[in-house]
């Protein structure tokens, strides 16, 4: 039997179910005492059990809302990263599955969301059924508290005659729900992988509809539809005796009118501490934007390929991380990343960019890459630089075995790798940790690679895995071999497959942890 670690294809199952056991938790625990609580006794009374399924499933959707935006603050990420070292080595390479964690996140708000709506529909209906004439003794007498002076109401739905959907959207929760409901399925279809393939603007641009979605969270519960009795409502009049007395309420001592209000609005403060956070984010975001990037070359390549080189005062990277580039002459709004092909080493830093969207090829057709000659770097548009930020390859120095395969474009996170490798081999004071490099190979038309400018020969031909993965097994026993692949799916897969095929299931044996590029 064989085992590998599958360190960026999917999220670790202990993930999942902490998660997953955290959402249960909630909602059982909130369930129950809506189910229990007894200043909610007349509310249940009216709305029966839909009221507690619509208070739990708020309470995960404000637990999962309160997560949603720890995985795309970078920064953040980076800096947990660099400074805890509990997060460094395997631990610190489940950061590299954030945007796994954000899409798992979102699956919890969609199906939070759409039980709490379903819920609060039932709710509205029964509302509206207590204050028909055909309603029963004790719903009917509750639905019609708030009709007397000094009297407060425990149903909304005032009057029969009323259209139970325009009274809801009259109220802050209503017309808040409504905007939420909408924007959460804007955010949600224009998320697909199809969406995100065909046109990447258009789900870059629907995406900051999340700042309405927040706002309209917080102000979601403000309208205090839902009430329950009063504390001190409760002290004196007693609902385990007086809900059988109801046609006696104010005329017995021990059964004065209740009195009810709304809990007070709660969601704002399970986000507020997300939130500020993504917005020092984007603060830190728009600092970058004001400093200045030097655009020192421009080399258009073969196959639509751009490459860029930079300069950036202070700016210090590893070999695998990758920066967000933003050209405000094409948009405003749009970061793209892009991996680093450059070695820390050298005085500068690039990017090699392929025309394969709207945005990217705006960039190369601005840049003079386009079948025109290439622009003077003076005159060229002025671009923004964020970053750079950590991925999976920056763990490739950590193991004594490391194999790195691409694929197409793919081999671009690889670039700046080799090039490191190249200034370490050539330093005879720098120490590391695999043992040799064994073999490099690429793919290139010429004498030198049109990326890496390496020497290397090319090893034509898709390799046979089975034979590569077991002599490297054989070469390396009782071994930790980091495996590292950028390229197509469908050659992950068979990668993926080779690594836990080839691993041993003994702990002292080889073992091969394999990750792959994203973003």
Not at 326 to 354: G, K, N, Y
Request: with cysteine.
């Amino acid at each position: 039997m064989m085992g590998c670690w599958v360190l960026n294809e999917s999220l670790p199952i202990i993930v999942v179910l902490l998660w997953l056991g955290m959402n249960l938790y909630l909602f059982m625990v909130t369930f129950r005492w809506y189910e229990e609580e007894e200043s909610f006794l007349y509310t249940r009374v009216i709305l029966g059990s839909t009221l507690a399924w619509a208070k739990a499933s708020a309470l995960c959707l404000n637990f999962n809302c309160m997560l949603i935006l720890l995985p795309v603050s970078r920064n953040f990420i980076s800096f947990v990263r660099g400074t805890s070292a509990c997060c460094r080595g395997p631990w610190g390479r489940q950061l590299d599955k954030n945007l796994k964690f954000h899409k798992l996140v979102a699956y919890g708000i969609a199906v939070s969301a759409a039980i709490h709506i379903v819920a609060h529909l039932f709710n509205l209906e029964r509302y509206h059924l207590s204050q028909s004439e055909e309603a029963p003794g004790l719903p009917a007498a509750l639905s019609k508290l708030g009709n007397s002076p000094n009297e407060s109401y425990l149903n909304p739905i005032r009057t029969a005659g009323t259209n139970p959907v325009i009274e809801l959207l009259t109220t802050i929760a209503g017309i808040t729900g409504l905007v939420l409901s909408l924007a959460l399925i804007l955010l949600m279809t224009s998320s697909t992988e199809f969406i995100r393939q065909v046109s990447y603007e258009l789900f870059w641009y629907t995406h900051h509809v999340f700042i309405i979605f927040f706002i309209s969270l917080a102000l979601h519960g403000a309208g205090r539809i839902v009430r329950g009795q009063t504390p001190e409502s409760l002290l004196l009049h007693n609902v385990t005796f007086c809900r059988n007395h109801y046609d006696k309420w104010h005329a017995v001592a021990q059964c004065p009118m209740p009195r009810f209000s709304g809990k007070e609005p709660s969601a704002w403060k399970w986000v507020l501490g997300p939130v500020v956070l993504y917005a020092c984010e984007r603060i830190i975001r728009f600092w970058r934007f004001q400093q200045e990037v030097v655009i020192t070359k421009v080399i258009s390549h073969p196959s639509g390929v751009l490459e860029l080189r930079m300069k950036k005062r202070d700016f210090t990277m590893a070999p695998g991380q990758y920066i967000f580039i933003q050209c405000p002459a094409i948009s405003l709004l749009e970061w793209h990343p892009f991996t680093l092909t450059s070695a820390p080493h050298e005085d500068f830093f690039s990017v090699h960019i392929r025309a394969a969207g709207d945005w990217t090829e705006a960039l190369c057709e601005a840049f003079g890459a386009q079948g025109q000659d290439l622009k003077d770097p003076c005159s060229l548009p002025r671009l923004a630089v964020d970053g750079p930020f950590g991925a999976a390859l920056t763990d490739v120095f950590h193991y004594p075995a490391s194999v790195c395969i691409a694929a197409g474009i793919g081999v671009t996170p690889f670039a700046a790798l080799l090039k490191s490798l190249w200034h370490k081999c050539c330093d005879s004071q720098s120490q590391l940790k695999p043992s040799k490099a064994l073999h490099i190979a690429l793919h290139w038309d010429e004498n030198t690679d049109v990326i890496t400018g390496l020497k290397q020969k090319t090893f034509y031909g898709r390799p046979n895995w089975d034979d590569e993965f077991k002599q490297i097994a054989y070469s390396h026993p009782s071994s930790s071999i980091g495996v590292f692949f950028c390229g197509p799916r469908a050659l992950s897969k068979s990668l993926q497959r080779m690594c836990r095929l080839y691993s041993s299931a003994d702990p002292r044996g080889v073992h091969f942890y394999y990750s792959k590029e994203s973003f």
